[in-house]
């Protein structure tokens, strides 16, 4: 009779935490939103995981399967990642890798009775693995990454033999195991030397410390809040999460670092090791303890900026994320906003920079391109600096829709993000139109805008051409890996160089950019909108990477080419880290020189 009740108890537990699951599932990952509602369900799921761990033995032998216990952790999982995505806080993604991980060593839904026929389950696992991907790979967790990809796979294979009357079902899964391949297939083109987030090991530069830390202008604006949103055909993503956004991401995080990293990390290991909670192969006690990310998070880093990530957004539902960030943005603060996007009718763009001779130390660097249209840079919504309408301004957009068939509903234009320039806005336009955007310039409606503009073409040196569609952007690559960036700009593959050369290499190029920092601290003529933004560390690394991508595209380029070829910053920044400056070029030969890449560039008689 006892364990009766203990059943209904269980079910009724089972029900009252999908139900509240449901209500947040689908809520908008950007907002402020019913946080008060995720509590509740928090609660729930706390509350159902405990009695199920309480009463184990007596679910069991009420029929209790091995899978239920998986779809609860992983419902909690699931909840956890939803709430990482809405808040940006490395705690939550965390708690979703460890019940995550949980599942799969203990194989939750490999052990029950019978469920290797039932097809429904086979799909709750399969869901399963793809969301464990996606921690994992926000995580840089390579190597759980690799183990899921050949498990994941091989579940697929044998779904579509076990259930052959089912085979189209799963068509869509063979296709996120397509997906999932060739996105590692281009992240691991480089090993991951160091992260993409900001590590104070590497991104924290001791000689200009001091400067950052008494730099003060006017106004200090606060970094809290952010939209990436990204709209190619045929890119590389995995999810709904594609490569250029994925790099963007993990760019505007934190990364635990430094002796509190390393130590907190083997004493993880320890503590799992010891008391058997994501090594328990058996599974008989169900336990999972939710407080072990206490253990790998750094209490002394700051929180992360919050982050909208959209996937092939329209353009009212973009502009209305912006609308309602904007809305909500504290006094004092800065808003990010990060498009990438294909330009007019939503094509790709294929550049490719090669010899135009037999080795690349006798010839000169010739630039070869599959697009020779012209793009103008007018805007139709306001005359700007007194320039007047274009009879073109038509063509001056980003396309978010699928071939450029969505007609202008679908085009956001530059004159879309005025209004939102009543508050202050970083700008980074990643697009073969991008410099549409620089009409923005002069006609903002209150704060001037800071914004970041790509080349309008990649340009590259090796065998093969450089698609955006295939490698993610070339401008976004160097605002966040920028030497990963140079060395695929120059042909090179790290397995071209060992890894003391390459550390060198990185040595060299920390040393720039915090010279470059220093410079734009003691900086005189360095503009208001740069000057307000410098002393947060995230926008003061992409400014300064910014500086390093201008300058390396610059001497990489022929003259003639430079103005399709190079990226835009508005306001300018000052002539002292300009592409010209001794300070800037230096750095680039130097770099050059070490990795033997020099003829590769064009230097001004240093």
Known sequence: MGDNVVARTFRALVESADQKFARVRDVPTYGSGPNH????????????????????????????????????????GQLYFGQYMRTSE??????????????????????????????GVRFKELRFYARFLLVSLLLNRSEMVRVLVERFRALVDDCKVTFRETKNNFREWTLVVQEIVRFMKVE????NVRPL????????????????????????????????ASYHRNEVKFAELTLDTYRMLQCLEWEPSGSFYQKRQVELNEKLNENGALTDHSGTSGLIDINLVVDMTDPTLPPNPRKAILYRPSVTHLIAVIATICEELPPDSVMLVYLSASGKSGRGDISQMENSGGTRKSSKVKVVSEISHELDSSMPEAPVNNKGHSSDCHENFLCLCPKGNGGSNNNLYPGDIIPFTRRPLFLIIDSDNSHAFKDLHGAERGETAALLLSPLKPAFKGPFGFDTTQNGSQFTFFLTAPLQAF?????????????DAYNDADKILSTALSEWEVILCTSTSLDLVWAQ????????????????????????????????????CLPQLPSSVSPNSDAVQSAVLQLANHLGVAECFSFNGL
């Open 37 to 76: 509602y995720f509590q509740k369900v928090f609660k729930a799921y706390t509350r159902l995981w405990q009695y199920q761990q309480e009463n184990r033995s007596k679910l069991v032998e009420a029929g209790l399967q091995r899978w239920e216990i998986g779809e609860i952790a992983s419902r909690i």
């Open 197 to 228: 987030r900001y590590c104070n090991l590497f991104d924290s530069y001791p000689s200009s410390v001091p400067y950052v830390a008494r730099f003060h202008a006017k106004k200090m604006l606060k970094f809290r809040d952010a939209l990436l």
């Open 188 to 191: 691991t083109a480089f090993m």
């Open 90 to 119: 490395a705690r939550f993604l965390l708690e979703s890798y460890i019940f995550y991980e949980a599942i799969l060593n203990r194989g939750y839904f490999q052990g029950s009775k019978g469920s290797m026929k039932d097809l």
């Open 487 to 499: 060395y695929e700009l120059v042909g090179l593959s790290f397995s071209d160089t060992d890894s």
């Open 533 to 568: 933004v410098l002393s947060d560390p995230f926008l003061r690394r992409l400014i300064l990477r910014f500086i390093f991508c201008r300058c390396v595209l610059s001497l990489f380029c022929p003259p003639e080419d430079s103005e399709q070829y190079l990226p835009l």
